[in-house]
């Protein structure tokens, strides 16, 4: 009976916390407000709720495939809602910080995470985003080259995904992270890199990276990606949290979602075929591709 109560207080008081979390930062964000300029959509209760939703969808499918959910975010933040493309990207890798802290530690209960492989790549990410971001301030004048680089970012991840979707491997499993310190180092400092320029997590590079360049399991690959993340969404967040390129209360609602959303995709990973969800979301990302690289020659898509 003891053990049976103990158990039930190990499964109520995370999710308390959770929730305490969540409700702290909503009603920050609502005496925060929405934007940090005039052009931002206005702060009404149904973008309120679009966003909370939006957030929960990037952190399901973050935790699931092991991505930062700000591929998700971007396009719709900046296409669908408005915000400028500047702030759109420095939005959606402020909300990143929360998505791969909550995915990771979600992937860590459950023994989906090398830690030694994430901390080297951790380590050269953080010496990539800062780079990345000092490129990117270079960058920020110059808005429609930045567009065709996010349009080119997306491609790789978009076409890996599918072609896995449609031909998965039949072979078994490694049972490990290959490579070496040194080459998780040098990997994480060109993911950082891209990270600072392009506002995006980095999961869209770390997962193909870990799994064609290191032959990294497929599960463990997602929570190693989202643990090697996280220094890197920190610092590239917090320089353009500092920058002002960050809608802190638009940030804070899409945050507390996908929290919540990121430990329902790390919960569940089990339950669906990795070939399914990279398919469709390769789609995806070639969809969001085609939209920036075709803003960028003035090609008008829906």
Same mark, same amino acid.
């Given at each position: 009976?003891t053990?049976d109560? $103990?158990?039930g207080?190990r499964?109520?008081v995370?999710?308390?916390?959770?929730?305490?979390? @969540?409700a702290?930062?909503?009603?920050?964000?609502?005496?925060?407000?929405?934007?940090?300029?005039?052009?931002?959509?206005?702060?009404?209760?149904?973008?309120?709720l679009?966003?909370?939703? &939006?957030?929960?969808?990037a952190?399901i499918?973050?935790?699931?495939?092991?991505? /930062?959910?700000?591929?998700?975010?971007l396009?719709?933040?900046?296409?669908?809602l408005?915000?400028?493309r500047?702030?759109?990207?420095g939005?959606?890798?402020? !909300?990143v910080i929360?998505?791969?802290?909550?995915?990771?530690s979600?992937?860590? !209960?459950?023994?989906?995470?090398d830690?030694?492989v994430a901390a080297w790549?951790?380590?050269g990410g953080?010496l990539?985003?800062?780079i990345?971001s000092?490129l990117?301030?270079?960058l920020?004048?110059?808005?429609?080259v930045l567009?065709l !680089?996010?349009? #080119?970012a997306?491609?790789?991840?978009s076409?890996?995904? &599918?072609?896995e979707g449609?031909?998965p491997?039949?072979?078994?499993?490694?049972?490990?992270i290959? /490579?070496?310190p040194?080459?998780h180092?040098l990997?994480?400092?060109?993911v950082?890199?891209?990270t600072?320029?392009?506002?995006l997590?980095?999961?869209?590079?770390?997962v193909?990276g870990?799994?064609y360049?290191f032959?990294a399991?497929?599960?463990?690959?997602m929570?190693t990606?989202?643990?090697?993340?996280?220094?890197?969404a920190?610092v590239g967040?917090?320089?353009?949290? #500092?920058e002002?390129?960050?809608?802190v209360?638009a940030?804070?609602?899409?945050?507390?979602g996908?929290?919540?959303?990121?430990?329902?995709?790390?919960?569940?990973?089990q339950?669906?075929?990795?070939?399914t969800?990279?398919? @469709?979301?390769?789609?995806?990302?070639?969809y969001?591709?085609?939209?920036?690289i075709?803003? $960028?020659f003035s090609?008008?898509?829906p």
């Open positions: 009976m053990g109560r $103990f158990t207080w499964r109520i995370p999710i308390a916390i959770l929730s305490a979390v @969540i702290v930062m909503l009603v920050a964000a609502l005496s925060i407000g929405m934007g940090v300029t005039s052009d931002s959509p206005p702060f009404t209760p149904a973008i309120l679009l966003l909370f939703a &939006i957030g929960i969808i952190g499918f973050g935790g699931l495939i092991g991505v /930062g959910g700000s591929t998700i975010m396009p719709i933040m900046y296409f669908y408005g915000f400028p500047p702030v759109a990207i939005t959606a890798l402020f !909300v929360f998505t791969s802290i909550s995915g990771a979600g992937h860590l !209960v459950r023994g989906n995470l830690r030694r790549i951790a380590a953080l990539g985003v800062l990345g000092r990117f301030s270079f920020v004048d110059h808005s429609s567009g !680089v996010l349009g #080119l997306f491609l790789a991840p076409i890996s995904m &599918i072609r449609l031909r491997g039949t072979g078994p499993e490694p049972e490990c290959g /490579g070496t040194p080459g180092l990997f994480g400092t060109g950082g890199i891209l600072g320029i392009t506002g997590g980095g999961g869209y590079a770390l193909p870990l799994l360049l032959g399991p497929v599960r463990v690959t929570g990606s989202l643990a090697s993340m996280i220094p890197m920190i967040g917090g320089i353009k949290l #500092l002002g390129y960050v809608a209360g940030g804070l609602i899409l945050a507390a996908s929290i919540a959303g990121a430990q329902v995709g790390a919960a569940t990973i339950r669906f075929r990795p070939a969800l990279k398919f @469709i979301f390769g789609l995806y990302f070639l969001a591709a085609a939209r920036f075709a803003e $960028f090609i008008g898509l």
